[in-house]
């Protein structure tokens, strides 16, 4: 008999609203991840504290670790310090860092991890992988979904708005990296997922599209939705092809050769999408696609980040490199450096128009 569906990994929560964090033990206890209450929960050396004395009471049965930062050392310290104390789970309470880190100590230790995010930077709360920062400058490692993804948008309303709207840059840049992924398809011959692909752009578009802003519990909500979901694609794909593209090499390509300067990775992802879809034809999108980042005041060009237009040059022309194998609308257009500097000329130009 044939397969007629397939198992997706997600997580077995996704818990999104005001005053989530209040209801974190139940829901660990309902959905049985924490029957007992015996959790190792890693936080941050600064705004974790005062979650962990708001969360204290209502969790008796935990154990604090707090995270220097997200570095691969100190994943591998957190694995050790958890490891043969039995616990349940291992929540990660935090931003992307701090998640990370636990994604990554869990793997190592073969517990279920719970991400509770309190700000929505970018789409790596419910994904598979952990970015840490390594000697080498930074890797991604293939780590479990989260078994529950808890969000409370009054947390996240109070983290610096610079950081949800990094979230909004790396929701959009979906629309680009599935349309990198359908030309890779197209030309050679690569397998794309369809799920995966209509979910992360579905995100994308969601975002996108939302007439809000992120003082509205609405608008957080589809945003937070679009992160999570995008996430769950890359599971699905088994890659981070749905939602990683053009422009994420025009990321990397910042933080390799500009460490001490590089904006944020949604700051710099949608700014590189931006870019992506005008190379490729899609100047309607592109230009739209600015226009919904400009009206969250995030950058459509390089100079809002503090970089010239040669820098910005110089990382499109250097993107291929950071991610060897990858076809993208770059790759395929394998534009000279002077190509790409009256490019983006005339995307300039199109911007301020």
């Not at 904006?263 to 592109?286: D, I, K, N, P, T």
């Amino acid at each position: 008999m044939p397969v007629l569906t397939r198992l997706i990994p997600s997580p077995v929560v996704v818990d999104i609203r005001g005053g989530a964090l209040d209801d974190l033990a139940g829901v660990l206890a309902d959905q049985r991840i924490s029957a007992s209450g015996k959790l190792a929960v890693a936080i941050s050396d600064g705004s974790g504290r005062a979650l962990r004395e708001r969360l204290t009471p209502a969790l008796p049965g935990a154990h604090w670790y707090s995270v220097s930062d997200g570095t691969l050392d100190s994943a591998v310290k957190l694995a050790d310090d958890i490891k043969g104390n039995r616990y349940d789970a291992v929540v990660g309470l935090g931003g992307g860092k701090i998640v990370d880190v636990a994604k990554y100590a869990a793997a190592r230790v073969g517990l279920p991890m719970v991400a509770v995010a309190t700000n929505l930077a970018h789409d790596g709360l419910c994904s598979p992988v952990a970015t840490l920062d390594n000697d080498n400058g930074r890797g991604s490692y293939g780590v479990p979904t989260p078994i529950a993804v808890v969000i409370d948008l009054d947390i996240v309303r109070q983290a610096p708005a610079r950081f949800v709207r990094s979230g909004i840059g790396d929701a959009v840049s979906n629309i680009s990296c599935v349309a990198d992924w359908e030309l890779a398809h197209e030309v050679k011959g690569e397998e794309i997922d369809g799920l995966a692909a209509a979910m992360a752009r579905q995100a994308g578009e969601a975002v996108l599209r939302h007439p809000g802003g992120i003082a509205d519990d609405a608008f957080l909500k589809v945003l937070a939705e679009g992160l999570v979901l995008t996430g769950i694609s890359m599971s699905v794909a088994g890659d981070s092809r749905p939602a990683s593209g053009a422009c994420h090499e025009i990321n990397h390509a910042f933080d390799l050769l500009y460490p001490k300067r590089a904006a944020s990775h949604g700051e710099q992802v949608g700014l590189g999408a931006c870019f992506a879809m005008y190379l490729r034809g899609a100047r309607e999108e592109s230009l739209h696609m600015a226009a919904t980042l400009r009206r969250h005041e995030l950058p459509v060009v390089p100079e809002e980040i503090g970089f010239t237009a040669d820098e910005f040059v110089q990382a499109v022309d250097y993107a291929p490199q950071t991610r060897p194998g990858r076809f993208t609308i770059l790759e395929h257009l394998n534009l000279s450096t002077d190509q790409i500097r009256d490019a983006y000329a005339d995307y300039a130009k199109a911007i301020h128009s």
